[in-house]
């Protein structure tokens, strides 16, 4: 009996099927996390769980903690998460690394070591101010990628939080313990914005006072009131209040009182001290209740002509706006590198045109949002995606739209553009325009604004601005120009927005020059004195 003929048929058919069958996909790697946290923990539970993720080095190997890289613009850290209402009676929750990630789901990581670290937001301000107090972190681990079944990182709410705020030099800790004096908290309940949001609302500030001052003198002093950039906050502001006291100190910078707010807002990111029908009135509220508080507790210069407004950044922008919205209370504002100030150049971008996208030119390139010595650093695309996986509220562009945008039908801001496709939104755009593009109020209610706003306006950026905010200043200028209005428009060549205030070995050279400016429309005749002249260098020793 010959049986191998049959046996020939039946192998040649089956390779045949199985030519014809679909390719079946490789499986996935395994991409589940489990986050625990232990078992006899009593404080909130819920919030954003963010697990990040490193190649293991020799050079991050001693590193405490794990966090996307400046800007969100590098991808050598991926992040994923995950919002959670708790933990649950086995305290412990699964993220799953594919789902909501930058770059990429975490399967596209190559094989390797890596180190990960995972981080419960409590607070929902990840996205404005990074990890901090209220925060929960896990130690550093590492995990070989591909995993084979899920791993377990814990949570410690032993470890304390490394906050991402820069720590303070020694001469900085010097500089603020010598201010201290004169630096005064300010927590200041407000009524307007209690009654908009249904809870006490209070707004923070530092209240710096000059070397000379007395309070029981019958002098006043200039007032300053300065709004830092985004990520700023009340504790951050202690810095800056010492760098200005350590100029007056000096005889660098001339006596005025300086008020530091505090324009970070819980969950939403910045205020920006602007009326806006979702964070609230602002800007009544600083004009309005804080100040005339202050100018009663202080020996504040109490006219338009003795107080003023600067910022950097974001801060430039809402001193700009305070500056044009409240002209008539404020005698002059020297915005730095503000955010744009007319939307047909939004960080590059022509919100106005035609079928706009925020992510690509008509010609389909990414859009840069960050540049450094002339090259791109990161698209404006990967900044919104890494923006969306970090939080849903409190990054730099939702930020944005909290403070610019109508209110939705379900109760939050609209969204200016799309997430996913970038596609602008117009009718949102033009409610942007009516309401806070400075150029475009400027342009249409100068005649009405000329009497109060005419000279007050300084602005000073960078030509090499790191997030192009020079475009933005060139095209405020012009219309300015056309409209007839006295301004200031310094570009300072090749500077960016990080070194815009240095000038030789004087990194603040600018915030003198500012304050030294405001001086002058106050107390007018008063000139800056000559630079102390440099020491004689030591003669060389006699051989």
């Not at 201290?180 to 209690?194: A, G, Q």
Request: aromatic share 10%.
């Amino acid at each position: 009996m010959h049986h191998t003929p049959r046996r020939s048929s039946v192998t040649l058919a089956l390779l045949a099927v199985l030519a014809a069958a679909p390719a079946v996909a490789a499986p996935l790697p395994e991409t589940r996390i489990a986050v625990t946290l232990p078992a006899g923990f009593t404080g909130a539970t819920s919030g954003r769980l963010l697990v990040f993720a490193e190649p293991a080095t020799p050079q991050n190997a001693d590193a405490k903690s794990i966090d996307t890289a400046e800007f969100g613009s590098s991808e050598a850290v991926s992040v994923a998460a995950r919002d959670v209402a708790g933990f649950g009676p086995a305290h412990h929750v699964l993220i799953d690394t594919q789902e909501t990630a930058y770059p990429a789901g975490f399967a596209a990581l190559p094989a390797g070591d890596y180190r990960v670290q995972a981080v419960l937001d409590r607070n929902g301000d990840y996205g404005y101010g990074g990890r901090g107090a209220g925060d929960i972190v896990s130690p550093v681990t590492t995990i070989h990628w591909p995993m084979t079944a899920p791993a377990t990182i814990a949570l410690d709410p032993a470890i304390p939080v490394a906050a991402t705020e820069r720590p303070i030099s020694a001469e900085g800790q010097a500089l603020i313990a010598a201010a201290k004096p004169h630096l005064h908290p300010v927590d200041f309940v407000s009524p307007s914005l209690s009654a908009f949001w249904g809870r006490p609302i209070t707004i923070h500030a530092w209240v710096l006072t000059p070397p000379d001052y007395d309070p029981a003198a019958r002098t006043t002093w200039p007032t300053v009131y300065e709004v830092g950039g985004f990520g700023s906050s009340q504790k951050a502001n202690v810095g800056m209040a010492a760098h200005y006291w350590g100029f007056e100190a000096d005889k660098s910078a001339p006596p005025m009182i300086y008020v530091l707010l505090d324009h970070s807002s819980l969950g939403t990111g910045t205020t920006e001290f602007a009326d806006s029908v979702n964070n609230g009135p602002w800007g009544h509220a600083l004009t309005t209740e804080l100040m005339p508080m202050l100018e009663t507790q202080y020996r504040m210069d109490a006219r338009p002509s003795g107080r003023f407004l600067t910022g950097h950044s974001s801060g430039g922008w809402a001193t700009l706006w305070l500056q044009v919205a409240y002209s008539k209370v404020f005698g002059g504002s020297w915005p730095t590198s503000p955010d744009p100030s007319d939307f047909h150049d939004f960080t590059g971008v022509d919100l106005y045109a035609p079928g706009a996208n925020f992510y690509h030119d008509a010609a389909g390139h990414p859009n840069p949002l960050i540049r450094d010595k002339g090259k791109v650093v990161a698209s404006i695309e990967s900044f919104a995606r890494i923006e969306t996986v970090l939080g849903h509220d409190g990054g730099q562009f939702r930020s944005f739209e909290w403070v610019f945008s109508p209110r939705g039908p379900d109760g939050s801001p609209m969204p200016m553009f799309d997430r996913v496709t970038g596609a602008v939104d117009p009718a949102v755009v033009g409610y942007w325009r009516d309401h806070y593009d400075v150029a475009h109020l400027l342009a249409a209610h100068w005649p009405a604004l000329r009497p109060d706003l005419d000279g007050k306006i300084h602005l000073t950026v960078g030509t090499a601005d790191t997030f192009y905010l020079d475009g933005a200043a060139h095209r405020l200028d012009a219309v300015m120009q056309r409209l007839g209005a006295h301004a200031q428009f310094s570009y300072l060549p090749g500077k960016t927005h990080f070194d815009l205030y240095a000038r030789g070995d004087d990194k603040l050279a600018l915030m003198k020059d500012i304050a030294w400016a405001m001086y002058a429309v106050a107390r007018p005749g008063t000139k800056r004195p000559a630079p102390a002249p440099a020491p004689a260098p030591s003669p060389a020793p006699k051989p």
